[in-house]
């Protein structure tokens, strides 16, 4: 019997639907049947493609046994952190302060009142390690829940106390200036991994907002070392294991320091973010591996996860059956000596496995390769690479599949319609502005609907019932003011514009300090609020760009203010942890440098129009157009005529404007081409 979640949009909980386990989903009436029942909430919260999430799945929510057991004690309730992002954030907090670490599947026993007293992440079935089984946890905590109440209350009322004393204030006094973004970089030489790029050390994860930073940085300051930090850090992902050899596109983190073994599942804003990236990083360098890899990831994104609607989906599971018909984790990307023989013959499986640094031993598991390019190979024939690879790819294509996460959230495909709208206009790829156009009409026609606030999610075209945080606003914002500037519609402005206001309206507190959730969601424990990066921009900052590229290009006051208060955090956390602050650094910088108002009178797609969108001033907005009906498109064009009947680029910043010019070369010059 199909228990409360096979009727939700998310993939994660249909795959509990027929779980033994009576599971609800988060809501009201799950806290009220705990009430009645005088029983603990069991709150479990993973995602579709979290590799522990299945196994402790397989392991105890598929056993009648412990099913049982927890039916009769407990209201189990589940999450799928990617659908709430808030309810994610308040426990993980809670989990991380008690336990110092956090992660998913994530395990949290609350009161009816949804306050947590006890936590912890994966339980195995059986006592291992100094972890206690699954079992012993639900049995301990029954004890606690009946003979010990008073105390677990009183445990509960401190968590939920030190989690409302948190509470941020705005985050400093003005905005980040010249010697914060000064420290900022020196405090990343310090964590720079010389050696392999990238920063920390394993596990390894890929820093995208931060290489943005350095890329703005330099294009700003001139500083060398901040680019190459951000070249050598792309090149050795791009060489990687990490990497997808064959098929394109990002795994989630390297568990190593070397970037060989990946943990193998792909998620959108990884390889959204990337994209993006690796396009910048050829604006700023010529880089051929740039730009190959800027095209296979866009290209990779297109082709695996691109739904039937034109939306994005969330990710690509790691886990994929082998040949004994088991569920292991990158079995569908992983080779052997002998697997490449098989496919490929003697000489060309000889030369593969020296090109791809498939060894007899492994790199992985079981003797079997992580694909990667060492570089130790000497020059190559790269007609013959590209039929091995041609060949790998297509024996690869008859593997099992690893399992998609085909639910579409709105933030992701945000940072996706931004990469792909960019891509397509640096590489004259007009198809991949066309899927990041048909990616931002689902947003308006499903995800806002006619509500006229953003939902978090949808499936097979459905909007799904939780609605839009912080993040959703401003990376959806940042995605359409990028279609704006590839695409000369100003109608994008205008939608950036409608979710930029209500991000004034409702996600906005004092000083200029941002809250994830809006004046009106859920009340929660507490209201979660977060301006550090986790694996995308935070909210904060993702909202904070937004609003200042929206100033720019309307002059609006409120919006600029807006920026620049919500950049405050900035000017205390920059210096401080500039690798977890990574966006709204790169934030700084482009107001930093104005940013640059770009309004080109003429062609669309033109040349004075691709040079400004290969500017590399940090966070310059451009506006192209021609003909009267331009300025009623973009603001920055009223008044703004074409010279002597040639197309013209004005450009200002600071309220200051250039002499307007009709030569590509100059205009380039302006902004740092």
Known sequence: MANRLAQTTSPYLRQHADNPVDWWPWSPEAFEAARERDVPVLLSVGYASCHWCH????????DETVAAYLNEHFVPV??????????????????????????????????????????????????????????????????????????????????????????????????????????????LTREYDEQHGGFGGAPKFPPSMVVEFLL????????????????????????????????????????????????????????????????????????????????????????????????????????????????????????????????????????????????????????????????????????????????????????PRPGLDDKVVAAWNGLAIAALAETGAYFDR??????????????????????????????????????????????????????????????????????????????????????????????????PQDPTDSATPSGWTAAAGALLSYAAYTGSEAHRTAAEGALGVVKALGPRVPRFVGWGLAVAEALLDGPREVAVAGPVGGELHRTALLGRAPGAVVAAGEGPGAGAEFPLLVDRPPVGGEPTAYVCRHFVCDAPTADAGELAAKLGG
């Open 430 to 527: 007009p198809d991949l502005v066309e899927r990041a156009t048909e990616a931002a009409d689902l947003l308006v026609r499903v995800h806002l609907g006619e509500v006229a606030r953003l939902t978090r999610t949808s499936k097979d075209g459905r909007a799904g019932d939780n609605a839009g945080v912080l993040e959703d606003y401003g990376d959806v914002a940042e995605g359409f003011l990028a279609l704006a500037a590839v695409t000369g519609e100003g109608a994008w402005l205008e939608f950036a514009g409608f979710l930029l206001d209500i991000v004034l309206e409702q996600f906005t507190g004092e000083g200029g300090q941002l809250y994830d959730t809006a004046h009106d969601a859920e009340q929660l424990i507490r209201r």
């Open 78 to 187: 589940k999450v799928d952190r990617e659908e709430r992002p808030d309810v994610d954030a308040v426990y993980m907090e809670a989990v991380q302060a008690a336990t110092g670490h956090g992660g998913w599947p994530m395990t949290v026993f609350l009161t009816p009142d949804a306050e947590p007293f006890y936590f912890g992440t994966y339980f195995p079935p059986e006592a291992r390690h100094g972890s206690p089984s699954f079992q012993q946890v639900l049995e301990g905590v029954v004890a606690a829940w009946t003979d010990r109440r008073e105390e677990v209350a009183e445990v509960a009322g401190r968590i939920v106390a030190d989690l409302a004393g948190r509470s941020l204030v705005h985050g400093g006094d003005g905005v980040p200036g010249e010697p914060e973004a000064a420290q900022a970089l020196l405090g």
């Open 216 to 399: 703005r940085h330099h294009a700003r300051t001139g500083s060398e070392g901040a680019l190459q930090m951000a070249a050598d850090t792309c090149s050795a992902m791009a060489r990687g294991g990490i990497y997808d050899q064959l098929g394109g596109g990002f795994a989630r983190y390297s568990v190593d320091r070397e970037w060989v073994v990946p943990h193998f599942e792909k998620m959108l804003y990884d390889n959204a973010l990337l994209c993006r990236v690796y396009a910048h990083l050829w604006r700023a360098t010529g880089s051929d591996e740039a730009r190959r890899i800027a095209l296979e990831t866009a290209d990779f994104m297109v082709r695996e996860l691109r739904t039937a609607e034109g939306g994005f989906a969330s990710a690509l599971d790691a886990d994929s059956e082998d040949a004994e018909g088991k569920h292991v984790e990158g079995a569908f990307y992983v080779w052997t000596p002998a697997q490449l023989r098989e496919v490929l013959g003697e000489d060309d499986a000889a030369f593969a496995a020296a090109y791809f640094g498939v060894t007899e031993d492994g790199t992985f598991e079981e003797g079997a390769s992580v694909l990667r390019l060492p570089g130790d190979t000497g020059p190559v024939d790269a007609a013959r690479v590209a039929d091995v690879r041609a060949r790998l790819l297509a024996a690869r294509a008859e593997r």
């Open 55 to 62: 196994v402790m799945a397989h392991e105890s929510f598929e």
